[in-house]
């Protein structure tokens, strides 16, 4: 499995597996990417953190509310493995449960 963390107030929308977009036809099902119940607050900012299937290599994130921000959507990249997710709960200013 792999890991993200998200922006509150974020959601993910298109996301890709090895082939490029993720073909529900194909795969004959959604893609696996399960909320978990416990965040960070960092800066002030609380990041929710996801787990996401291996098949899955990159995902489109985008604010739930479009406002007049410069920021319309994020492609994310950097997936992480659960070594790394810890790493982040450990290190982080703050821990929260959902």
Same mark, same amino acid.
């Given at each position: 499995m792999k890991y993200f963390f998200l922006s509150e107030g974020w959601t993910y929308d298109r996301v890709w597996e090895f082939g490029g977009l993720w073909n529900r036809a194909a795969w004959r099902r959604a893609p696996e990417i399960k909320p978990l119940n416990y965040g960070i607050v960092e800066n002030g900012e609380t990041l929710w953190l996801y787990q996401v299937e291996d098949a899955v290599i990159m995902l489109e994130v @985008?604010? /739930?509310?479009?406002?007049?921000?410069?920021?319309?959507?994020?492609?994310? @990249?950097? /997936?992480?493995?659960?070594?790394?997710?810890i790493n982040v709960l450990q290190n982080a200013e703050q821990i929260i449960k959902h």
């Open positions: @985008k604010p /739930l509310v479009t406002d007049n921000s410069n920021i319309g959507q994020v492609v994310l @990249k950097r /997936l992480i493995n659960a070594e790394q997710a």
